[in-house]
T-cell receptor, first 116, second 111 residues
Framework: DAEITQSPRHKITETGRQVTLACHQT?????MFWYRQDLGHGLRLIHY???????NKGEVSDGYSVSRSNTEDLPLTLESAASSQTSVYFC????FGTGMNTGELFFGEGSRLTVL | GENVEQHPSTLSVQEGDSAVIKCTYS??????FPWYKQELGKRPQLIID?????GEKKDQRIAVTLNKTAKHFSLHITETQPEDSAVYFC??????????FGTGTRLTIIP
């Protein structure tokens, strides 16, 4: 079955280290997104991509980067981890569509990151 | 950009009663409004959605209403059951594919 997977599911790191969270989907979806979830803030968009070699900043992109070299993967990198980046990170994907035909957003299982 | 406000942040209802969660959005161009349910420790999953050419949509015990003029939409759950306990997120999307989420409502069903 097609799916979207994230790894690692749990990660503890130290301030200043580089961290990469992987996201892999087998639906052949064009659109991929990274959200972070924090109590009181809901789901906030970090970065997103509409296709290979396309990346865009979301509302909380500072300190994060992504790259899209193929359809299936959108890794999220924290260049120099900070305690404020302790959070649960969700990757998601959707079929490309416009307006009224936009498809459902499918989420991965989440990656819990703790920065000490 | 789009801004979505969601109320209440927490809601407790007796089993069998109804629950209502309300959201407002700011971008009049938004045309797609999904609701996601997130059980403890799990991923958000779509439970119902509505598009701007429709005023109401029902799926068994769940319904969503949309008022485009007032820019608000609501989730209605009737005959609540213990398995309805979860965090619910509303969201809004305009034509650029991005979903903007509300801050979530933690619904607790009291047996």
């Amino acid at each position: 079955d097609a799916e979207i997977t994230q790894s690692p599911r749990h990660k503890i790191t130290e301030t200043g280290r580089q961290v990469t969270l992987a996201c892999h989907q087998t639906w052949n979806h064009n659109n991929m997104f990274w959200y972070r979830q924090d109590l009181g803030h809901g789901l906030r968009l970090i970065h997103y991509s509409y296709g290979v070699h396309d990346t865009n900043k979301g509302e909380v992109s500072d300190g994060y980067s992504v790259s899209r070299s193929n359809t299936e993967d959108l890794p999220l990198t924290l260049e120099s981890a900070a305690s404020s980046q302790t959070s649960v990170y969700f990757c998601a994907s959707s079929v490309f569509g416009t307006g009224m035909n936009t498809g459902e957003l499918f989420f991965g299982e989440g990656s819990r990151l703790t920065v000490l | 950009g789009e801004n979505v406000e969601q109320h209440p942040s927490t809601l407790s209802v007796q089993e069998g009663d109804s629950a209502v969660i309300k959201c407002t959005y700011s971008d009049s161009a938004s045309n797609y409004f999904p609701w996601y349910k997130q059980e403890l420790g799990k991923r958000p999953q779509l439970i119902i959605d509505i598009r701007s050419n429709v005023g109401e949509k029902k799926d068994q015990r769940i319904a969503v209403t949309l008022n485009k003029t007032a820019k608000h939409f609501s989730l209605h759950i009737t005959e609540t059951q213990p398995e309805d306990s979860a965090v619910y997120f509303c969201a809004a999307r305009s034509g650029n594919e991005k979903l903007t989420f509300g801050t979530g409502t933690r619904l607790t069903i009291i047996p």
